[in-house]
């Protein structure tokens, strides 16, 4: 978590609070918690544009866990209870922090949600939880809906001068029609994505707009390129498709 940030020469330098590695029994009556470590990261080199890291996004997510992901009024894992998403529910994660070795979530909507749990944390609780298992070891409730180059596949979509899907349209795109989506909300359910350009034909164009690209049981537009150009694996465009 990083909590401060200065610039040194050519790159920005981050102090970090680094949560504890969780072992087996860390979690039982009376042991003492183990504190969190500090220190110094580089963020970003401004002359090779290489970064150090990167934080976690804010925006829409999906819920993945099988079992649901569990809204709770408070941050700590052990606050009150207010609901659970179902899996394929959107939210929008505005603000996150690190709880025992879980990064957490504040949703839009009111109340912390658990996005995902780090590699290394294996306490009974957090065992307990569930969530969909990473290659790395860490565990997935949560999902951010990617940025990048987006191909709409149903005729007509309209593109919304506000956020709201009751602003005025400005523009309305054909199928096969590309938009490039710079940010993502959750507006009645529903992700909406923020418009940077539109490409259709072989003919691009700037604009600023929203767009909506899809809710639990229906789809408006999918992703085929990622933020920086990175393109998306034939297993990621079927999981788009689904």
Aim: hydrophobic fraction near 35%; charged fraction near 20%; include cysteine.
């Amino acid at each position: 978590e990083v909590v401060e940030t200065t610039v040194k020469g050519d790159r920005v330098r981050a102090r970090c609070l680094v949560p504890p590695s969780s072992q087996e029994g860390d979690d039982q009556p009376g042991k003492k918690p183990a504190r969190f470590q500090s220190g110094w990261i580089s963020l970003l080199n401004a002359l090779t544009g290489a970064s150090g890291a990167s934080p976690v996004p804010l925006g829409a997510y999906v819920a993945v866990a099988e079992g649901g992901c569990v809204i709770t009024e408070g941050g700590r894992l052990d606050s009150k209870e207010k609901g659970t998403l179902n899996p394929g529910s959107c939210i929008e994660v505005v603000a996150t922090r690190i709880e025992e070795g879980t990064v957490r979530g504040l949703i839009a909507a009111g109340g912390h949600v658990t996005l995902f749990i780090l590699n290394g944390a294996s306490t009974n609780r957090l065992a307990a939880m569930g969530g969909t298992k990473n290659p790395d070891g860490g565990r997935m409730f949560a999902m951010p809906v990617p940025l990048g180059t987006y191909q709409v596949v149903k005729n007509g979509l309209s593109v919304t001068t506000g956020l709201s899907m009751n602003s005025p349209v400005s523009m309305k795109l054909k199928v096969n029609a590309c938009a490039e989506i710079a940010e993502t909300r959750v507006e009645g359910g529903r992700v909406r994505g923020r418009l940077t350009a539109v490409g259709y034909g072989g003919v691009a164009k700037e604009v600023s707009g929203w767009m909506s690209l899809f809710e639990p049981t229906q789809r408006w537009a999918k992703i085929v390129c990622f933020k920086g150009g990175r393109p998306i694996s034939p297993h990621q465009q079927e999981q788009s498709q689904a």
